[in-house]
């Protein structure tokens, strides 16, 4: 795992919501996957919090996940994400439980937040500062202008 406050980079600056970690590696989810594959080829910038990190440790427990596929997961984001200490508080969100991931995307200037959740995806013009939130399958074919998968 990379450990930065910031990272510069000329790659698309991603976090994505635990929710959709549990879609590829528990339901073996397909869109993300190819996401995914791409954090692990080195094209895009996965970013990770401690907070996320122990969000998705509890949601694997809950739904009874197995142990290899528990180390599975926190082992691909060990690896491939890289760690931000967000330093601010957000109360944007209309699910305070929620607003992590705005400080996470904040914090690391990702140019997006990945998540199908509701409350999230209804801030207004579907932004925090300067992190678009999209769907995954609004952000495939936008990888697709961007030649990043066919």
Sequence with gaps: MTYSSTTTSTRLKIVVDTNLYLSVFVF??????????????????????????????EKLHYFGVSKQTVEEVMNF???????????IKVRKS????????????ETAKADYL?????????????????TKIIMPETFLPLLRTKKLIE
Excluded: H, Q
């Design 28 to 57: 073996r989810g397909i869109l993300m996957k190819l996401v995914f594959e791409l954090v692990i080829d080195n094209k895009i910038n996965l970013y990770i919090s401690p907070t996320l990190k122990d969000e998705l440790s």
């Design 114 to 130: 990945i998540t199908r959740d509701k409350d999230l995806l209804s801030l207004p013009k579907g932004r925090w500062k300067i």
């Design 77 to 87: 984001i060990e690896i491939n994400g890289i760690l931000v200490e967000p330093t």
């Design 94 to 105: 209309r699910d305070s439980e929620d607003n992590y991931l705005l400080e996470l995307a």
